[in-house]
């Protein structure tokens, strides 16, 4: 059966759920069809036992998120984002060095020599000149397409080992020889230090459900193909074909290329080169909160092959776990996640537990019960390709079926997302009104 609409949101991530909300708002008749059983994408939270499990986004900043700032005021929720108050650590010759992204870092070296910190001050310094603070046209920074590795190539080797490539492997998912420098530098720069790094109370997928509330979303419907027509677009999904004024594909980059059958010559190079990096996730449910000097340890790649995090969530946010009891996260170093992607959850966990035993003594044998999640596409890779190619993809937006997502800007942050889905919608709203809906759509309309 055929069902026609104005604005069809394809995706309900934060980036589609945004979209929506701004067009809902303006008066625009908006449905959004989202694959999954549920919302929020990759900052979705399952409530197993008590637990709070945030399957993919961990925490946003005060700074550097103005876009998100903004929807949280307007849904009252604002006041529901805690500081999360506790340090990062990087994992160094055995033990945890504290203040990574901290002021103090400086002082507590956060696992670089001094002679490293030396060069640290010497490279931020650097990149005052080069323009990096741009996270939406990563592309306009003088870094050009340098990558990870090429940026902290003239410094002392701890920049690159025990600050860039930790920060990005167990973040973003990346390998610092694959990625820009230029995103990656931007957003840092951008979000602040971790003294400004907040939690939603509840779970990361508060934003994302209190946005889906008063919109029309099918969830359980995974578009197939879309086809772009003369005013419209053609939407095929589960035994059901619907036509659309305007479409904004809010998936991954590589989901879209692959549904949009028939998207325009001048974008495909984009969508090709736009590539995402997998992240596989355990949550063990522990028997009791094991106390740690961090909240978060990032694991260089020299110190460990399989795990690049070991997060513990019950500090993050004491709402995380049950009275008594621990959540520990631990994140697949980008050496290991793609081979644990189709693994069996029992092998991930044994990969991974076993080697964060080392990090948290006593780890295995309090794990009660285990949760594990992967994303196939799990962060916008942002190589120099898709970095060269970026500007003249973005300058061409605004078509019967547009964009939104982290991967707009190769930016690998929940406020990319937000503030995509913001953008398509207000591109959206630019086009002609309503009344350019196609003939055959409103006719079918005034019938049903
Ligand atoms: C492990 C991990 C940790 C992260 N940590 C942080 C963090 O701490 N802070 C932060 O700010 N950001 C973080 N991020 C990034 C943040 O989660 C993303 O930037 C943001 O959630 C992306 O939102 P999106 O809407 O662009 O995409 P998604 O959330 O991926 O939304 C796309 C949606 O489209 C749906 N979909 C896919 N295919 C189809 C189809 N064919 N038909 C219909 N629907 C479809 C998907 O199911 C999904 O719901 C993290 C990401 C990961 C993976």
């Known amino acids: 059966m055929g069902v026609d609409v104005d604005v069809a949101v394809i995706g309900a991530g934060v980036a589609g759920l945004a979209a929506a909300h701004e067009l809902a708002r303006a008066g625009r008749e908006v449905r959004v069809f989202e694959a999954a059983d549920h919302v929020g994408g990759r900052m979705t939270t399952r409530r197993v036992s008590g637990f709070v499990v945030d399957t993919g986004a961990e925490q946003i900043s005060t700074r550097g998120y103005p876009h998100t700032w903004e929807l949280l005021?307007?849904?009252?929720l604002d006041d529901a984002v805690p500081k999360i108050g506790r340090q990062l650590g990087v994992w160094r010759g055995g033990r945890v060095r504290r203040g990574l992204a901290h002021p103090l870092g400086m002082v507590t070296g956060a696992g670089m020599s001094v002679r490293a910190r030396v060069d640290f001050v010497r490279a931020t310094r650097g990149l005052a000149k080069r323009n990096v603070s741009d996270t939406e046209r990563p592309e306009a920074s003088r870094l050009g397409t340098a990558t990870v590795t090429e940026f902290a190539a003239p410094y002392h080797r701890d920049l690159l080992e025990y600050l860039c490539q930790p920060v990005v492997s167990g973040f973003f998912g990346w390998r610092p020889e694959h990625s820009a420098a230029a995103p990656f530098l931007g957003l840092l720069g951008a979000i602040g230090p971790s003294t400004a790094w907040r939690t939603y109370d509840g779970g990361m997928d508060v934003p994302a459900r209190a946005l889906a509330a008063p919109l029309d979303v099918t969830t359980s419907f995974p578009v197939r193909e879309v086809l772009a027509g003369p005013g419209f677009a053609r939407i095929t999904g589960d035994g059901t074909e619907l036509r659309a004024r305007s479409v904004v594909l809010a998936v991954p980059a590589p989901v879209a290329r692959q549904v949009?059958?028939?998207?325009?010559?001048?974008?495909?190079?984009?969508?090709?080169?736009?590539?995402?990096?997998?992240?596989?996730?355990?949550?063990?449910?522990?028997?009791?909160?094991?106390?740690?000097?961090?909240?978060?340890?990032?694991?260089?790649?020299?110190?460990?092959?399989?795990?690049?995090?070991?997060?513990?969530?019950?500090?993050?946010?004491?709402?995380?776990?049950?009275?008594?009891?621990?959540?520990?996260?631990?994140?697949?170093?980008?050496?290991?996640?793609?081979?644990?992607?189709?693994?069996?959850d029992d092998e991930v966990v044994r990969v991974l537990a076993d080697e964060a035993e080392r990090f948290v003594p006593g780890l295995r044998a309090a794990v009660t019960e285990s949760v594990v999640h992967r994303f196939r596409h799990g962060l916008p890779e942002a190589t120099p390709h898709a970095l060269a190619l970026r500007g003249e993809f973005a300058s061409g937006l605004g078509g019967v079926v547009d964009y939104a997502g982290d991967w707009v800007s190769l930016t690998p942050y929940s406020e990319a997302a937000v503030r995509s889905g913001r953008h398509a919608a207000a591109r959206v709203r630019a086009k002609p009104p309503s009344s350019t809906v196609p003939s055959d759509i409103r006719s079918r309309r005034q019938h049903t």
């Open 73 to 76: 005021r307007r849904l009252g």
């Open 260 to 344: 949009y059958v028939n998207a325009p010559p001048h974008e495909r190079p984009f969508l090709d080169a736009c590539t995402f990096t997998p992240m596989v996730k355990v949550h063990l449910m522990l028997d009791h909160r094991p106390e740690s000097r961090v909240y978060l340890l990032a694991v260089p790649r020299s110190e460990s092959p399989s795990v690049s995090v070991v997060l513990f969530d019950h500090l993050k946010h004491p709402d995380r776990a049950p009275e008594g009891r621990g959540l520990v996260t631990l994140i697949a170093s980008p050496v290991m996640a793609p081979a644990l992607l189709d693994a069996p």
